[in-house]
């Protein structure tokens, strides 16, 4: 008897037949996290790009490079996720578009080309630069990535940096739009009353720029350690505010929804407070508790005016609870969702599967896949040495 | 009148006799089809386990390459619809294993192209339980992964009422499984049915999410989305679907709206029918008569 309750998810109250077998696990649970790094990094990359925000210059470049790495990444879990992989492009062939869906390889296209054109504007000089110093493949290497193109004359930095900027400029909609996108894709969805909701795309997306400042701390903090460099005091206070802003909104506007699914209390409202007291109690107390914890300490440190040190270490650990705190909720939204059944009278308990194709172990690696990305892009394109170049500004 | 009476007295008798030589050959046609049927089903499952009668992947690839051609068949002429008489059901399950066998569904108890859920109030008791044959408690009596029964756990409790619900794809008129599929590969046939193109289907799982009735299931080892179709292959030649030929008691109604006559016509025009879950706007061509307000 064993076999017949193998792949089935435990489940209490009535649920349809075919719900046992969920259908999306912890692969698309990390697409939404992975899609919101991005959008994250690229905003505190644009702050400096469009807005000429002086205090994130020490990071801008680092965190252009970071949104394209884990780019590069956002599509794997949903491969990973495909019965049958191989067609992925026929959603791009022919496109259906009612779908919410069908425009996904468009949207992150267009986004990663932009990525990619940004990136190398905002390196160009560098490039240049090595492609002239280094020597054996490397030089070789740098020669090419240069694409022929090695002025670097004042007149045409400030070429670079204006399209640099334009594009900048375009990507901040085009952030906002792939993660606001992601969003539509579970909040456009009425058969499930978790998902179905017109706050679900800026939920999708504010939380995303908060953990995406959030990683963005967390990187620059350790990079500077392991480099052995000082840590911008007044980058971290800028970061701190953006991660203030991020997480007050987030707050407010999550509880809005909550409020909003209990003062409708349209059918089934019951079995959702059970949703949230029984399958996801965990996700959500991590949920909450390291919002609170991100509000609180941020909240502080701008009463306090906390500097040096002190700021380090909190903001540090702001930025982990950030990352930890939206992780439990793309879990809570994602597999929350499918554990509230379609009858609105069942609740599954989802277990993840440890080894196998949809598996916390292909999530481990997909997961560290960009870090390591991150790391050889550093080594390929250094994004803190800027002072070489005396005309940028 | 003496000889007439005796006339029609050897008719009734005559008729007698015919009707029970009809009924002991029925009888004997039914029972050896019943131990032809179980007999082929033990025997396939003995020999190729809990798939045994049911399509190969080289027989499913073939169906899928070459798919039979209908002459004479015009989609155009037609507006397939069923109806489900809850009154009638009794719960035997026999169309959800028809259903299993026709369409190569996997032999386990989470996919289903079609089900049957069981209602029951208890005495004093305004919300029903309910509950499907995939129950655990329902699988672990049968014993069975591919023979699937109700088990009898109301047995020693009053029961107030009680009435099973036959559930399949209500090939919706704007349906929303076909709206969020992002390559097409599932579409809205001019007869009625949705239908999906297995050879086009990337296996992303957006229907089954978007589906509001949980028809849709995936074939892990297809790596594709897997729907009731209300037999298409069948219905396209004139045939009933599989779970309406097999229904013992006429729970089942199919048929084509364009004709006024057929079944479901003139089960639609002579019963109060309902739809299940109107409110999400997607227009179901299933129609239920004496459905109850629990009902899901």
């Known amino acids: 008897m064993e076999s017949v309750f193998n792949h089935v998810t435990p489940h209490i109250g009535f649920?349809?037949?075919?719900?046992?077998?969920?259908?999306?696990?912890?692969?698309?649970?990390?697409?939404?996290?992975?899609?919101?790094?991005?959008?994250?990094?690229?905003?505190?990359?644009?702050?400096?790009?469009?807005?000429?925000i002086q205090r994130f210059a020490a990071v801008s470049r680092f965190a252009l490079l970071t949104a394209l790495c884990f780019m590069f990444f956002a599509p794997s879990p949903l491969l990973?996720?495909?019965?049958?992989?191989?067609?992925?492009?026929?959603?791009v062939i022919t496109p259906h578009w009612t779908s919410a869906m069908a425009a996904f390889g468009y949207v992150a296209g267009f986004y990663v080309c932009l990525?990619?054109?940004?990136?190398?504007?905002?390196?160009?000089?560098?490039?240049?630069?090595?492609?002239?110093?280094?020597?054996?493949?490397?030089?070789?290497?740098?020669?090419?990535?240069?694409?022929?193109?090695d002025d670097v004359s004042p007149h045409a930095l400030a070429i670079d940096h204006k399209i640099a900027r334009i594009l900048a400029m375009i990507g901040i909609p085009s952030a906002c739009g792939l993660h606001?996108?992601?969003?539509?894709?579970?909040?456009?969805?009425?058969?499930?009353?978790?998902?179905?909701?017109?706050?679900?795309?800026?939920?999708?997306?504010?939380?995303?720029?908060?953990?995406?400042?959030?990683?963005?701390?967390?990187?620059?903090?350790?990079?500077?350690?392991?480099?052995?460099?000082?840590?911008?005091?007044?980058?971290?206070?800028?970061?701190?505010y953006v991660l203030f802003t991020a997480i007050t909104v987030v707050m407010v506007i999550e509880g809005l929804e909550l409020l909003e699914i209990f003062y409708k209390a349209r059918e089934g409202v019951e079995t959702v407070r059970e949703l949230i007291m029984g399958p996801i109690w965990a996700g959500m107390a991590i949920q909450w508790a390291m919002s609170i914890f991100v509000l609180v300490a941020t909240s502080t440190m701008l009463v306090y005016?906390?500097?040096?040190?002190?700021?380090?270490?909190?903001?540090?650990?702001?930025?982990?609870?950030?990352?930890?705190?939206?992780?439990?909720?793309?879990?809570?939204?994602?597999?929350?969702?499918?554990?509230?059944?379609?009858?609105?009278?069942?609740?599954?308990?989802?277990?993840?599967?440890?080894?196998?194709?949809?598996?916390?172990?292909?999530?481990?690696?997909?997961?560290?896949?960009?870090?390591?990305?991150l790391w050889l892009a550093t080594k390929l394109l250094p994004p803190w040495e800027t002072a070489s170049l005396p005309s940028r500004t | 009148m003496t000889t007439l009476d005796e006339n029609a007295k050897q008719e009734a008798s005559g008729m007698t006799r015919r009707g029970f030589l009809g009924f002991l050959g029925k009888s004997a046609a039914c029972v050896g089809a019943i131990a032809g049927a179980s007999s082929t089903i033990g025997a396939t499952e003995l020999v190729h386990g809990k798939r045994g009668f049911q399509q190969n992947d080289e027989q499913f690839a073939e169906a899928v390459n070459n798919p039979p051609k209908v002459p004479d068949y015009n989609w155009n002429d037609h507006e397939w619809a069923m109806g489900v008489d809850t009154d009638r059901c009794?719960?035997?399950l026999r169309c959800m294993e028809a259903c299993k066998m026709e369409n190569s569904v996997q032999m386990d108890a989470f996919h289903f192209r079609t089900w049957?859920?069981?209602?029951?109030?208890?005495?004093?008791?305004?919300?029903?339980?309910?509950?499907?044959?995939?129950?655990?408690?329902?699988?672990?009596?049968?014993?069975?992964?591919?023979?699937?029964?109700?088990?009898?756990?109301?047995?020693?409790?009053?029961?107030?009422?009680?009435?099973?619900?036959?559930?399949?794809?209500?090939?919706c008129e704007h349906p929303s499984c076909v709206q969020v599929c992002p390559t097409g590969a599932t579409f809205k046939a001019n007869d009625g049915p949705v239908l999906i193109d297995t050879t086009y289907c990337i296996g992303c799982q957006y229907c089954v999410q978007a589906c509001p009735y949980g028809a849709r299931t995936f074939n892990e080892s297809r790596g594709t989305v897997d729907k009731c179709n209300w037999c298409y292959h069948r219905i396209t030649k004139g045939l009933n679907p599989a779970c309406v030929e097999v229904c013992p008691t006429g729970t089942r109604i199919f048929g084509d709206r364009k004709d006024p006559e057929s079944p479901i016509s003139l089960f639609i025009r002579n019963n109060h029918v309902q739809v299940l879950k109107p409110e999400m706007g997607n227009a179901p061509n299933v129609f239920y008569k004496g459905t109850d307000k629990e009902v899901v």
């Open chain 1, 15 to 52: 649920i349809y037949p075919n719900e046992s077998d969920m259908a999306w696990t912890q692969l698309i649970v990390i697409y939404p996290y992975i899609t919101g790094l991005v959008a994250g990094a690229f905003v505190v990359s644009s702050l400096h790009h469009v807005f000429r």
């Open chain 1, 80 to 91: 990973f996720h495909l019965g049958q992989p191989t067609r992925a492009f026929n959603a």
């Open chain 1, 115 to 149: 990525l990619i054109l940004e990136t190398w504007f905002a390196f160009r000089a560098d490039i240049v630069a090595m492609s002239k110093t280094r020597t054996g493949i490397m030089g070789k290497v740098y020669g090419w990535l240069t694409l022929g193109s």
């Open chain 1, 180 to 240: 606001g996108y992601v969003g539509f894709v579970f909040g456009s969805l009425k058969t499930r009353e978790w998902w179905s909701s017109d706050l679900m795309p800026v939920i999708f997306l504010l939380s995303a720029v908060g953990s995406g400042v959030g990683l963005l701390i967390v990187l620059y903090v350790i990079v500077s350690k392991f480099r052995k460099t000082a840590i911008a005091d007044d980058t971290m206070r800028g970061l701190l």
């Open chain 1, 305 to 373: 005016d906390v500097h040096g040190k002190r700021l380090v270490t909190w903001l540090f650990l702001s930025g982990l609870a950030m990352m930890i705190g939206v992780l439990a909720m793309r879990w809570n939204v994602v597999i929350g969702g499918q554990e509230l059944s379609k009858t609105m009278k069942g609740l599954l308990t989802y277990y993840p599967e440890m080894f196998g194709r949809e598996s916390l172990f292909v999530v481990g690696i997909i997961s560290i896949c960009p870090y390591i990305t």
């Open chain 2, 90 to 92: 009794i719960g035997c």
């Open chain 2, 116 to 171: 049957v859920e069981r209602y029951v109030y208890l005495e004093g008791s305004n919300t029903a339980v309910v509950d499907s044959q995939s129950d655990p408690k329902n699988i672990e009596n049968a014993g069975s992964e591919t023979k699937f029964r109700f088990d009898n756990r109301y047995r020693n409790v009053k029961v107030d009422k009680a009435f099973f619900v036959p559930k399949l794809c209500n090939q």
